[in-house]
């Protein structure tokens, strides 16, 4: 199953991040990455680290998380989503593999981000709705908060949509391709694309657009939030069931690399 040469293969995941305390490691504390490890070691034998694409919170999904893992195995492709998936927990499914170059990063090589916020925006509780939306009760505008989300289109220094409580980044300049705020009937959702994303800055803005939505925030007040240099200042953030990693987009497909390229 294993051979002495190590090639990289990259696998898209999907998750529900209903009782992950996020993607990435940590002690005592069940993550994606960690199940994903341990069943590479049960399909492989192999105890190696993988990489993932995009951090995700506790409580947050995926649809289209990208990893990937330097192996000896020489599974074809097929062989290994199905025997990881044979290893996951019925809340993890790899949706494909691909063998790729071993100098691609697939964190570094990303040029895209895409996240997804759904708010149900009922007054009263809907249990099934509610598992992977946030309720907000008081009706909202999303006219408004589509108007506010706009303003976010363009490079920017986002400090104050990133966490107060994580220190400071190294550079808080991102550049936001698409962001808007659409309504289908009780749903409310936040859609953005950018190339990178702050630590907790999607559901800090989502928690900015619903007081704009509200009327407690207007639209030109939300706009002021892109000149204050202090983290934090946006929110309060909201939680982590309503957020869906969608998709991470690179150059070209990932099916389209191939390990000698």
Not at 206 to 228: P, Q, R, S
Not at 244 to 254: A, G, M, Q
């Amino acid at each position: 199953m294993t051979g002495e040469i190590k090639t990289k293969v990259a696998l898209i995941i999907e998750y529900d991040g209903t009782r992950f305390s996020g993607s990435q490691c940590q002690p005592r504390a069940a993550t994606v990455q960690s199940e994903v490890e341990s069943a590479i070691e049960k399909l492989t034998g192999e105890k190696l680290r993988v990489m993932l694409s995009s951090r995700t919170d506790t409580g947050v999904s995926a649809l289209g998380q990208v990893a990937s893992f330097r192996t000896g195995s020489t599974l074809a492709p097929e062989r290994i989503i199905g025997g990881l998936n044979h290893y996951l927990p019925q809340d993890i499914a790899i949706k494909a593999a691909y063998r790729i170059p071993d100098d691609l990063d697939v964190r570094r090589a990303a040029v895209s981000r895409e996240y997804l916020y759904r708010i149900w925006n009922e007054p009263e509780r809907s249990p099934l709705n509610e598992r992977f939306r946030h309720r907000v009760a008081p009706r909202l505008d999303e006219r408004a908060m589509d108007a506010a989300a706009r303003l976010l289109v363009g490079t920017h220094d986002l400090k104050a949509f990133g966490s107060a409580d994580k220190g400071p980044e190294r550079s808080a300049v991102r550049t936001v391709y698409e962001a808007s705020v659409s309504r289908n009937g009780a749903e409310v959702t936040f859609r953005i694309v950018a190339n990178s994303f702050l630590t907790h800055q999607v559901r800090n803005t989502v928690g900015a657009l619903i007081k704009v939505g509200t009327g407690d925030l207007t639209v030109e007040e939300f706009k002021g939030l892109l000149l204050i240099n202090a983290p934090g200042k946006a929110g309060p953030a909201v939680p982590g069931k309503g957020l869906c990693l969608i998709k991470i987009n690179y150059r070209k497909d990932l099916g389209d690399y191939n390990e000698n390229t």
